[in-house]
């Protein structure tokens, strides 16, 4: 049996070529980009001004252009960000603009024709609380930060449409970069107020046999009498389920997407992210109009309940029947609640 010896130099021959094939294959992408750059450095002089390969590869969306670490680091040009851009500028803010008109003329015009829903007998004088201290904090906390929110969010959105032809394009921009500020620090606070406004009113939130009545006599309004209703009938369920939770929780969750922007989101899930805030925020405000609306002018004595946290005895028995029967059979659980002399 022979043994075959290879020479000494071709062992080192041999050596540096699978080095050399090692070094080949870890660089095959570097090698490929070169193959590729070379390929349209020939292009540009067989065929001038034909970049359309390259850019087809930039828009492909293929992390394959740098080597940064993060989601879509490596990739150039999102295709998709216009397809957000024409949603945005277009159905968003066209159809969303109507909206937020539409509405509160609407409400305007409900208000001149029917005006304001007045007591059938006369305050007794004697109050019963409604609101709780923590109650109406929560409340004018969520109020509050919706309306800078609801502000912000507006110029934000149709700045450039309705302030920069009147105002200027220099003053909006002062304007967005401190609006951008304030809404994305008020943002947060917001949702914990939410989240604070359905731990407080969730009880006495849920179906009752009443709502029924409520809903077949459409709360009362066209007919101007009173539904009897638990402590919130159910055009206020509606508002705190819908308006609140569903609607308060879509829009704060959006905003802190957008607002933590590296938590590995990519810029498919910041813009969907974007489209879903802008859609519910604008719900939300043409529905709080309505809320508004009915807090303020649309029934008498409303907006002292929430501002001193007392109604007098009449309205809570005309607007909240049950609640009133509840209370006065102490069964509300809060005993300040009971009914009380005249208070200022």
């Known amino acids: 049996m022979k043994t075959f010896f290879m020479p000494r130099g071709a062992t080192l021959r041999l050596a540096l070529m699978c080095w050399m094939m090692a070094l080949f294959a870890a660089f095959s992408p570097a090698q490929a980009a070169t193959e590729g750059a070379a390929e349209q ?27 940064a670490r993060g989601p879509e680091a490596g990739v150039l040009i999102q ?12 159905p968003i803010t066209q159809y969303g603009g109507w909206v937020l008109i539409v509405v509160p003329a609407l409400i305007l015009l409900f208000w001149l024709v029917k005006g304001t829903m007045k007591l059938h007998a006369q305050p007794t004088g004697r109050k019963m609380r409604r609101f709780a201290p923590y109650e109406r904090f929560i409340h004018w906390g969520t109020a509050i930060t919706f309306l800078a929110l609801a502000v912000t969010g507006l110029a934000i959105l149709f700045g450039k449409h309705v302030l920069a032809p009147i105002f200027g394009v220099e003053f909006l921009a002062w304007l967005l970069t401190v609006g951008k500020l304030v809404h994305n ?29 409520w809903i077949k ?3 009362g309004l066209m007919g101007g009498d009173h539904v009897p209703s638990g402590r919130f009938n159910f055009g206020e369920k509606t508002w705190f389920w819908f308006g609140v939770t569903f609607l308060g929780l879509t829009v704060a969750i959006s905003g802190l997407v957008m607002d933590f922007p590296n938590f590995g989101w990519t810029r498919a899930d910041m813009q969907l992210a974007n489209i879903v805030h802008g859609v519910g925020a604008i719900i939300l405000l043409a529905l709080s109009l309505g809320h508004i609306y009915m807090g303020t002018l649309g029934v008498e004595g409303a907006y002292q309940s929430m501002k001193t946290g007392y ?29 009380t002399g005249a208070r200022t």
């Open 185 to 213: 620090y008020v943002g947060p606070l917001f949702g914990v107020f939410v989240i604070l406004m359905i731990i407080s009113f969730v009880r006495d939130n849920v179906w009752e046999a009443c709502d029924a009545i």
């Open 311 to 339: 109604v007098d005895e009449t309205w809570a028995k005309e607007h909240h029947e049950h609640w009133y029967h509840d209370i006065k059979a102490g069964k509300s659980g809060h005993p300040q609640d009971s009914v």
């Open 217 to 219: 006599r459409g709360g």
């Open 41 to 67: 450095v020939a292009r540009q002089q067989s065929q001038p001004l034909n970049n359309a390969p390259l850019w087809r590869d930039v828009r492909s969306g293929q992390a394959h252009f740098t080597t």
């Open 79 to 90: 295709a998709e960000g216009n397809t957000w851009r024409q949603w945005r500028n277009g």
